[in-house]
């Protein structure tokens, strides 16, 4: 069970909290352990939008726990910030100890204030970058991104870029398919790092709207390192094999073999990128040994960026 703490500050945007709260909150029906907690210098916080929120106080903090502070309305900028210096202690303790920080729009103030931006690449809202920038020089503010991953401190945009930064956390720690799950049920886009010029293929092939298809998607995904022949796909699917592949293709603009492909090669990415050698990494996503991930790791490289659908 992963704890997600919530700090709310006086004037917290509803969205930049909701969103996220809503992808764990998700995650949690689907059987991944999570456990949502709002704490708050006090008992009641009102929203940027009116809302009064109830909270409970900050808890003590295991380095399992992730932190997330949205982000709240100012007039002219960012503004002060508005939590006490005991609560940024807080925040910056729980950093020392192992654990992770991640901010929505105007949270990474917070971030900054409580020193953990220093020497570090983070994000905010477009329209707070430069008050960013000059309030903490020692950070390299990357612009115009979804959102920023530096170890343990994760920043994103602001407003509906929380579900993002939300959804890569899970992509990380559960891998894709449960990502798309969730952002499935949420009916929003899964995407990859927010720093990354490369779209997901759960994006790139996620945008249309035949069920028949999605079913075939659900099962590749699902099943990812499995050998999955088109027979199997077709009775998953209800229908012929002719009709899965014509559909596929019309849907997708790829076939089902190059969609697992594409999937087990995102999968890989993140293992190794987590640490994974890949000669393991290849095994846990289904290839039999290294050198196809290696020749499609390859190619991916060698790609330009395509653009969005």
Do not use: K
């Amino acid at each position: 069970m992963t704890r997600v703490v919530f700090l709310l500050a006086p004037g917290v945007h509803l969205l930049d909290l909701a969103g996220p709260a809503q992808v764990f909150s998700t995650a949690a029906d689907h059987g991944l352990g999570y456990d949502l907690v709002h704490a708050a210098e006090h008992d009641e916080v009102r929203s940027a939008q009116g809302v009064v929120l109830r909270a409970g106080p900050l808890p003590d903090l295991t380095p399992d726990d992730l932190v997330v502070v949205p982000g709240w309305r100012s007039s002219g900028g960012m503004g002060p910030v508005p939590l006490r210096r005991a609560t940024l202690a807080w925040l910056r303790d729980h950093h020392t100890a192992g654990g992770t920080v991640a901010s929505v729009c105007a949270g990474a103030d917070a971030l900054g204030r409580a020193g953990l931006l220093h020497g570090r690449r983070c994000t905010t809202h477009h329209e707070l970058q430069d008050d960013l920038a000059r309030r903490y020089p020692g950070a390299t503010v990357v612009r115009d991104v979804l959102y920023v991953v530096d170890g343990t401190v994760v920043t994103s945009a602001g407003i509906a870029s929380g579900i993002d930064l939300a959804l890569h956390v899970l992509a990380t720690r559960h891998g894709p398919a449960a990502a798309a799950r969730v952002a499935r049920a949420m009916v929003v886009h899964i995407r990859r790092n927010g720093d990354e010029q490369q779209v997901s293929a759960l994006l790139r092939h996620r945008a249309h709207v035949r069920e028949t298809v999605h079913r075939v998607q659900d099962v590749i995904e699902s099943r990812l390192a499995e050998r999955l022949p088109l027979a199997e796909l077709a009775r998953a699917a209800a229908c012929s094999e002719r009709t899965v592949t014509r559909e596929f293709a019309r849907a997708t603009g790829t076939t089902p073999l190059r969609y697992q492909q594409e999937l087990r090669l995102e999968r890989a990415e993140h293992l190794i990128g987590q640490g994974t050698p890949v000669e393991s990494a290849a095994r846990e996503v289904g290839f039999a040994d290294a050198r196809m991930l290696r020749r499609l790791r390859s190619r991916s490289h060698r790609a330009p960026a395509r653009p969005l659908p």
